[in-house]
């Protein structure tokens, strides 16, 4: 098989379709044109990389984490409130 080159969003997404048992190991081997060895090999990078990431976090990284994500769902609340005002707006002009 030619070596190909995937990007790291597109292995994440075939380790998912493994995971998930979506697709088996072989069936993400010939979609990818690789070898089941290299998705193998993206597995266990992924299951190094997600271990190594659940690192506890502080509570000082827990609280701003905390801050950062009400600051983040204030601000969507706000621009679906407007959109949902927009989408009332136009609904109505197209009625006159």
């Known amino acids: ?3 190909t080159k995937h990007s ?5 997404q075939a380790v998912e379709f493994i995971r998930t048992g979506q697709w088996t190991y072989r069936e ?3 979609a990818a044109d690789v070898s089941i060895h290299t998705v193998r090999s993206w597995v266990s990078k992924a299951s ?3 271990q190594k990431s ?3 976090l502080s509570k000082t990284e827990l609280e701003k984490q ?3 994500l009400l600051k983040e769902n204030k601000r969507l609340q706000m621009e679906l409130a407007f959109s949902k ?3 009332a707006w136009l609904a109505k002009e197209e009625n006159l």
């Open 66 to 68: 905390n801050k950062e």
């Open 48 to 50: 190094d990389n997600s």
């Open 85 to 87: 005002k927009v989408a």
């Open 54 to 56: 659940e690192s506890p």
């Open 8 to 12: 790291d969003d597109y292995k994440a």
């Open 28 to 30: 993400v081997a010939e």
């Open 1 to 3: 098989m030619p070596r």
